[in-house]
Structures are given as structure tokens and as C-alpha cells.
């Protein structure tokens, strides 16, 4: 879960990113899908649970999203779609912490 302020934004199991209205606590129309971060080719199941969300500290419509199998996607809440992804070596774990990573990790410039 992360809010700021306007708005909190929900990571479930299934991947996906829910967004409600931090002062009514109604669920927004807009949505990030698994299948708009991960792609609609992949099939929900292990590795799909968002277990990290966070602003990004240099741009306000920026949405970083992390996934228990490693992917970390940069999210453009603006223009709704993918700014960039990146593949760690290793899983992230449920407190947003990389786990095992020294020195960073590899994108795939999608």
C-alpha cells in the first residue's frame, strides 16, 4: 500500500494495483492491471503478488511497483502505461527490501 494523500494505491495478490479516494475511500475507475505491467501474455500464479509500492522521488506521476519474483516496474500514472522495467536478480520481499542485491540490478529498457 502507498498513499499520497489523494489517493492510496493497493497491490493484491493477483498483481494487480487498485486506486481509492483517500478522503471518500472509494474505489477509482482507474487501475493498473497485471496484464498492462507484466504483459498479456503472462498467466497469473506465482511471482505476481505486488509486495512494493512507492513514488518516485524525482517525478510525482511516477509509480514504482514491485513484484515478489523480482520485477519492478515504473509506472507513468499520467500517460498509464510502462516507463521502464527492470528484472533483480532476486525476489523482492514483502517489506519492499531487495533482498540479496549489493550493487544494483539489471534492466531490460522496456
Known sequence: MYTNGTFVYLGTEEGDVAVVS????VI??????YTSTRGDHQTRGLGMEVVYLE????ADN???IGFSDGLLVLWNLKAR???RKYFMPTAV?????LV???GGG???GG
Open 81 to 83: 502505461k510502462v516507463t
Open 22 to 25: 483517500a478522503s471518500g475511500l
Open 100 to 102: 540479496g542485491v549489493v
Open 28 to 33: 477509482s475507475s482507474y487501475e493498473i492491471p
Open 106 to 108: 539489471g534492466g531490460d
Open 93 to 97: 520481499c514483502k517489506a519492499g527490501c
Open 55 to 58: 513514488a518516485c522521488p524525482c
Open 62 to 64: 511516477q509509480l514504482l
